[in-house]
């Protein structure tokens, strides 16, 4: 049975068992747009960490680089011995290794319009955040936080939310962009406004993650497929199911599952939940994000 090894497991529960939307943001809003200077240092230290500061230069993703006709998954992995971000094609080919570096590089968020990555870097109980284009390319710092842990949603071209984990407290914070810099703010507790569930909807048809047996020893991730006024559990399996997104058209359904072993791996299924191909077979945790079409 595949096993907690780390906060970030525990969190990723307490995300899908607690969690509500808090927002009104769309989940597929238009493209982002921020200019600035690279070289300024974000938030360099706590005293300045809720003023206004400029945003880092995103320049455009280069014109050679082109999706694959069926996208681009976007995936965190320890395939390396430590967490790194990769790409690969929808088919499990080609897999890159974005990142790269000796760093735990934890995956967030892909940009409501597919062209940046936001990641993490823990050290030194210092959570450095850093946007990255799709191809690894273009790579830039943007804030840092006190804390241990983050895990976020960028719920609209211009509003990222962040919660951080620094020892056993909880904060959630609202990174919000006008014109050409970044403000950041704590939410305040029990307002509501916690990181917002994210749903998957396709043509108004919704995948959803839930747990659906509580315990220590049982617990059990299943998707689920709602449409209209009815839901189907597409997975029904014994492993955790967890992080759907639709293909282009609707037809194929992207997750991740630990069906197979302790580790988890990629897996396509159709809308009736049959297991079309395993994309990923090895000994480390895949993780999907982000499939950009």
Request: hydrophobic share 35%; net charge negative; charged share 20%.
């Amino acid at each position: 049975m595949f096993r907690l090894s780390n906060l970030k497991w525990r969190v990723v529960l307490a995300g899908l068992m607690g969690l509500i939307c808090a927002c009104n943001f769309p989940l597929y809003p238009q493209t982002l747009d921020v200019v600035t200077e690279p070289e300024e240092e974000i938030f360099p230290d706590s005293e300045n960490l809720f003023e206004e500061s400029s945003a880092p230069t995103l320049t455009p993703v280069p014109a050679e680089s082109v999706l694959p006709p069926e996208g681009l998954i976007i995936l965190e992995t320890n395939r390396d011995g430590n967490r790194e971000i990769y790409s690969m094609h929808s088919d499990g080919s080609n897999p890159v290794n974005l990142t790269n570096s000796p760093d735990e590089d934890w995956m967030i968020e892909c940009s409501p319009d597919g062209d940046w990555i936001l990641y993490a870097v823990v050290a030194n109980d210092s959570v450095n955040l850093y946007l990255m284009d799709i191809w690894g390319k273009e790579r830039m710092p943007l804030f840092v936080l006190p804390g241990q842990e983050v895990h976020g949603i960028w719920s609209d071209p211009g509003a990222i939310f962040l919660d951080v984990y620094n020892d056993t407290v909880q904060t959630t914070y609202l990174a919000r962009r006008g014109g050409a810099s970044w403000q950041i703010e704590e939410v305040p507790a029990g307002s509501g406004a916690d990181l917002i569930h994210k749903y998957s909807i396709f043509n108004g048809d919704t995948l959803d993650t839930r747990v659906e047996n509580y315990g220590t020893t049982n617990l059990d991730f299943e998707i689920y497929l709602i449409e209209g006024n009815s839901e189907k559990n597409l997975t029904n399996n014994p492993g955790w199911d967890m992080l759907p997104m639709w293909s282009a058209d609707g037809s194929k359904i992207l997750f991740s599952s630990n069906r197979n072993g302790e580790n988890s791996n990629l897996f396509l299924m159709d809308r009736n939940g049959n297991i079309l191909q395993q994309l990923t077979q090895s000994d480390s945790n895949d993780l999907a994000y982000c499939w950009i079409h």
